[in-house]
Nanobody, 129 residues
Framework: VQLQASGGGLVQAGGSLRLSCVAS????????IAWYRQAPGKERERVSC?????????YADSTMEGRFIISKDNAKSTVYLQMNSLKPEDTAVYYC??????????????????????WGQGTLVTVSS
């Protein structure tokens, strides 16, 4: 199981970025994928998750749900995180991860991704004010 995240960069507040997470050696037909982030000096926190079964999406809170959109393309083995109306507090390293299960149960239960065994290398998002 391998995940590779990309798409981060420097953007001004109010701007947008789209992150990509490419999965290899497994199929998104059976694995849910989540996005987490870790800001400097802070704990890792959940962002969003998409299930493998029916593509149900989850967000950590209403502020993310209103600005971020998670989606996937099974044929390309890629999960996307479209981030709009970015704020300086969104600055963090963003990681994609899977717990090898089809649903987002662990994502919804634990905030820090404690039981996610496979992680991508992370991509840095910097939002300037």
């Amino acid at each position: 199981v391998q995940l590779q995240a990309s798409g981060g960069g420097l953007v001004q507040a109010g701007g947008s970025l789209r992150l990509s997470c490419v999965a290899s050696e497994f199929t998104l037909d059976y694995y849910a994928i989540a996005w987490y982030r870790q800001a400097p000096g802070k704990e890792r926190e959940r962002v969003s998750c998409i299930s493998s079964t029916d593509g149900t999406t989850y967000y950590a809170d209403s502020t993310m749900e209103g600005r971020f959109i998670i989606s996937k393309d099974n044929a390309k083995s890629t999960v996307y995180l479209q981030m709009n109306s970015l704020k300086p507090e969104d600055t963090a390293v963003y990681y994609c991860a899977t717990d090898s299960g089809p649903l987002c149960t662990q994502f919804n239960t634990y905030s820090g991704g404690e039981y996610f065994g496979f992680w991508g290398q992370g991509t840095l998002v910097t939002v300037s004010s």
